[in-house]
């Protein structure tokens, strides 16, 4: 799997949007961008994933780069509750690539 | 309520003690999945299966085995031979549906008294 950047802390105010970025310049053809967040102490929960097309649903927007070398994840209007660490992994689907690799992730604060 | 579920919560082994962490879901997926989480740390993979009565080892598999008798649960037995189990356990499962993405359970945590 490509490796991935993603910085190490966000801050953002309650009802804004927050906008968390990741780097994966070593992206191949067949890879996807997957988000996972974790609250403390609890199980990752998927929240979005794409190949190369802008991607949305009920949690988050995704935002991937023409080059496909980096993407965001928005979070429209955030909410005390979204505070996690929010983790971005990149993986091929559909084939032997079983493992997700979790790095450190961005730990986003949403503050009141 | 369709999803994963893990049980227990907590679990305490006490030295020389095989214990079993349960893994159940009604996805109706194939695929499942063992990790291991330590404090700050990312997820690591101990087993995973791809289907009935048949599973694999990931990247730290010593000290921990694994059954896969029906579709639905996929236990994982920490034993003694592990020397280090206090961690998060984390339970994923997958299916050929949205990409063969995986969901998490809410974890185990094991604590060795």
């Known amino acids: 799997d490509a490796k991935t950047t993603q910085p190490t802390s966000m801050d953002c105010a309650e009802g804004r949007a927050a906008n968390l970025p990741c780097n994966h310049s070593?992206?191949?053809?067949?890879?996807?961008v997957y988000w996972y967040r974790q609250i403390h102490s609890q199980g990752p929960q998927y929240i979005i994933h794409?190949?190369?097309n802008n991607e949305t649903n009920e949690m988050a927007s995704l935002i991937i780069t023409e080059d496909r070398k980096s993407s965001t994840l928005i979070l429209p209007h955030a909410t005390l509750r979204d505070t996690a660490v929010y983790y971005c992994?990149?993986?091929?689907?559909?084939?032997?690539?079983?493992?997700?690799?979790f790095g450190k992730g961005t730990l986003l604060t949403v503050n009141p | 309520d369709g999803g994963i579920t893990q049980s227990p919560k907590y679990l305490f082994r006490k030295e020389g003690q095989n214990v079993t962490l349960s893994c159940e879901q009604n996805?109706?997926?194939?695929?499942m999945y063992w990790y291991r989480q330590d404090p700050g740390q990312g997820l690591r993979l101990i087993y995973y299966?791809?289907?009935?009565?048949?599973?694999q080892k990931g990247d730290i598999a010593e000290g921990y085995s694994v059954s896969r008798e029906k579709k639905e649960s996929f236990p994982l037995t920490v034993t003694s031979a592990q020397k280090n189990p206090t961690a998060f356990y984390l339970c994923?499962?997958?299916?050929?549906?949205?990409?063969?993405?995986?969901?998490f359970g809410p974890g185990t945590r094991l604590l060795v008294l």
């Open positions: 994923a499962s997958s299916g050929r549906e949205r990409g063969e993405t995986q969901y």
């Open positions: 070593t992206i191949s053809g067949n890879e996807y």
């Open positions: 794409g190949l190369k």
């Open positions: 992994i990149v993986r091929a689907i559909y084939g032997s690539n079983y493992k997700l690799t």
């Open positions: 996805l109706n997926h194939d695929a």
């Open positions: 299966s791809q289907i009935v009565n048949d599973f």
